[in-house]
């Protein structure tokens, strides 16, 4: 976040201060933080909002927002999703539009078994669990999916407040995959699995040609991604 990176730290406590609406702020040295918008960085989930104080708590001198993953996803929350919630959703729906788990490698064998296995099963769960039967393809030329697929995946995103679909967006923008979101963020993946999911072909050619240090690197911050939302979706439950 702009307003808060590189400011120094001014406080010495942190804590969680209750608000009249019920929801749990974070206080520094008793003065509630603000978002880079001007908004109260306030949560409905104690839990959430602890963990959020603990992130201003293990700030070192400079105040490092990358290091603070939970209170950058409730502050987009406040500062987007209040006046853009239409266009987050349309933003994210085109994710599926090409989802990954939609385009299937032709060869070799073992990749395509692996695909199959590992992903169909996640898109047989959308068609049960959300109506939303996804066309699949092999190749990369892309293709259209079924307005009826898509319109369930934007009504089952109608239904999250603000702050889960925040997290399932996160989640689907690192992976590439709202399927694989949808299934993470309703409990039926852990985020490593997701994130195994999400990298299955990538780590198939590292097995082929050896291993990249910039691809490696990457796969570093798709998977810190992936756990952030997991970690964000689970606290907002709690």
Not at 75 to 103: F, M, P, Q, S, W
Not at 131 to 153: C, D, F, M, R
Request: glycine share 6%; hydrophobic share 45%.
């Amino acid at each position: 976040m702009a307003e808060w990176s590189g400011a120094k730290r001014f406080y010495k406590e942190t804590g969680v201060i209750e608000s009249s609406e019920g929801l749990h702020g974070i206080g520094l040295d008793g003065r509630s933080v603000k978002t880079p918008a001007g908004s109260e960085l306030a949560v409905s989930s104690r839990p959430l909002a602890d963990a959020m104080a603990a992130e201003w708590q293990a700030q070192a001198e400079t105040i490092d927002p990358h290091s603070m993953p939970l209170c950058k996803l409730s502050a987009t929350a406040i500062d987007r999703l209040v006046n853009n919630r239409e266009e987050v959703i349309g933003i994210t729906l085109k994710i599926a539009e090409t989802d990954l788990l939609c385009y299937r490698a032709e060869e070799p064998a073992d990749l395509v078994q692996r695909q199959q296995a590992s992903w169909q099963p996640e898109l047989d769960w959308a068609r049960e669990e959300l109506s939303a039967e996804l066309a699949v393809t092999t190749g990369i030329l892309p293709i259209n999916q079924p307005e009826n697929a898509l319109l369930a995946l934007q009504a089952a995103m109608s239904e999250l407040d603000d702050f889960q679909l925040m997290g399932l967006t996160n989640a689907a923008a690192a992976a590439g995959s709202l399927i694989l979101a949808f299934s993470m963020q309703r409990g039926r993946l852990t985020a490593s699995a997701m994130f195994e999911k999400s990298m299955l072909e990538e780590k198939h050619q590292m097995e082929l040609w050896g291993e990249d240090q910039e691809a490696l690197e990457r796969h570093q911050i798709i998977k810190a991604d992936i756990e952030d939302s997991a970690r964000f979706l689970e606290l907002l439950a709690s």
